[in-house]
């Protein structure tokens, strides 16, 4: 399947840092863009494709028998989910969308985003999916096996999204033995690299904006009759 070609909605800052941020800078900098959009103030929403440097975030399910090892700084985040592993090699997304434009339907949110990814790891070779009894994105490891490739985390505040998702192009995998990656034990975690795919950050976003307007259009409201 070919990606659509499309305008990036102006409405929208389309952001991309090619220098690795703090983690708590740019958790800073989600706060205050959120409140900002949910109190109506005139500034625009923001998806922002940025690396950070090693990093183990707690979402609000987090279980301190599962951070095993906190070699890196650990930041409570308020998003969903348990603990997760940032750092150099993985993209990450995040999403500030305020719904009351769009469906205002937070499960249909979280599988878009789900769709965004799994359509960008394809365009790539990668055969993705998601599992609904488990958080991420998954993919299968040379022998047959399930792992896991990016991680999908948000919170919704006002009806105004928040962080998003990390899709693991070549980070060091050794990084994730710290935690247990959102909690699940019993699959491992992979990368791109690790499956045969080399991408530059620069080329994963492109392709990633490339879909951006299939996923918008699976959030927009519904039109009426």
């Keep these: 399947m070919t990606a659509t070609s499309f305008p990036l909605d102006p409405s929208i800052e389309w952001r991309r840092s ?3 941020v703090p983690y708590r800078e740019a958790l800073a900098a989600q706060e205050a863009r959120n409140a900002a959009l949910a109190a109506g103030e005139d500034v625009r929403e923001l998806v922002w494709m940025l690396e950070h440097p090693p990093v183990y975030t707690a979402g609000t399910s987090a279980d301190t028998a599962e951070l095993v090892d906190p070699r890196f ?6 998003r969903g989910g348990r603990y997760t592993y940032h750092g150099p090699g993985q993209r990450v997304t995040y999403v500030l969308l305020d719904l009351k434009k769009r469906s205002r339907d937070v499960r249909q949110f979280v599988h878009a985003l789900e769709g965004w990814v799994i359509a960008t790891l394809a365009d790539f070779g990668v055969k993705a999916f998601a599992v609904p009894e488990r ?3 998954w993919t299968h490891e040379a022998d047959g096996s399930e792992a896991k490739i990016g991680a999908i985390g948000v919170r919704v505040r006002r009806w105004v999204t928040m962080h998003g998702f990390a899709v693991n192009l070549s980070p060091d995998l050794s990084h994730f033995g710290g935690i247990v990656p959102c909690g699940i034990a019993e699959y491992g975690v992979t990368s791109m690299q690790r499956l045969g795919k ?5 080329e994963w976003d ?3 904006l490339a879909r951006a307007g299939d996923f918008l259009g699976a959030i927009a409201q519904p039109e009426t009759t």
């Excluded at 700084?73 to 308020?78: I, L």
């Design 18 to 20: 090619t220098e690795q």
């Design 206 to 208: 492109e392709a990633l």
């Design 198 to 202: 080399t991408v530059a950050p620069e």
């Design 73 to 78: 700084d650990v930041v409570e985040t308020g």
């Design 135 to 137: 958080i991420g994105i």
